[in-house]
Antibody, heavy 122, light 103 residues
Framework: EVQLVESGGGLVQPGGSLRLSCAAS????????MHWVRQATGKGLEWVSA???????YYPGSVKGRFTISRENAKNSLYLQMNSLRAGDTAVYYC????????????????WGQGTLVTVSS | DIQMTQSPSTLSASVGDRVTITCRAS??????LAWYQQKPGKAPKLLIY???SLESGVPSRFSGSGSGTEFTLTISSLQPDDFATYYC?????FGQGTKVEIK
């Protein structure tokens, strides 16, 4: 059974840092692209970052230069280092497994973790 | 960037109703569209990928159609477990969501 379990969320002051982790099990972690997707309370889903099987990384402009995604295949783990946090980063952060069976345009997220809440507030 | 627009934002329906949600892309995306269901406090769940392919384990009352710029998610007979928010997704972008609530 595929499982993704996030941890590391919490309350942090503006300008602070936080590192999220996602423990994966039930599949060959190293063979899949992995993503972080966030959701502010009462709002929609926003893609935050991606890491490919070769370690290539991708970010939207809203977090580029502040967030760093990484993976440790030997530990079946995904990470998100978040620096210079802002109130607008407050959200539940989900890790998700990406699938692109027909090429990059066909991306979808077939498994999601339960999410971890990050609150940025003084 | 391709923008995804869902309609309606909220939909009131009764158990047994046929429900249709629309997602429009700002430019052609072929059939590269997925649909998710999300219940309060839970992670999104994949329902449909490649516009019309039903994810394993998803009830057959859910179906997807469309290509190019216009897509629909249809629930043929709404069940109590289906009251939730539904999102479309193309590549790294999501629609804003459609909340299906009890009429």
């Amino acid at each position: 059974e595929v499982q993704l379990v996030e941890s590391g969320g919490g309350l942090v002051q503006p300008g602070g840092s936080l590192r999220l982790s996602c423990a994966a099990s039930g599949f060959t972690f190293s063979s899949y692209d992995m993503h972080w997707v966030r959701q502010a309370t009462g709002k929609g889903l926003e893609w935050v970052s991606a890491i490919g099987t070769a370690g290539d990384t991708y970010y939207p402009g809203s977090v580029k230069g502040r967030f760093t995604i990484s993976r440790e295949n030997a530990k079946n783990s995904l990470y998100l280092q978040m620096n210079s946090l802002r109130a607008g980063d407050t959200a539940v952060y989900y890790c998700a497994r990406g699938r692109t069976p027909y090429g990059s345009g066909s991306l979808y997220f077939d498994y999601w973790g339960q999410g971890t809440l990050v609150t940025v507030s003084s | 960037d391709i923008q995804m627009t869902q309609s309606p934002s909220t939909l009131s329906a009764s158990v047994g109703d046929r429900v249709t949600i629309t997602c429009r892309a700002s430019q052609s995306i072929s059939s590269w569209l997925a649909w998710y269901q999300q219940k309060p406090g839970k992670a999104p769940k994949l329902l449909i990928y490649k516009a019309s392919s039903l994810e394993s384990g998803v009830p057959s009352r859910f179906s997807g159609s469309g290509s190019g710029t216009e897509f629909t998610l249809t629930i043929s007979s709404l069940q109590p477990d289906d009251f939730a928010t539904y999102y479309c997704q193309q590549s790294l972008g999501f629609g804003q969501g459609t909340k299906v609530e009890i009429k």
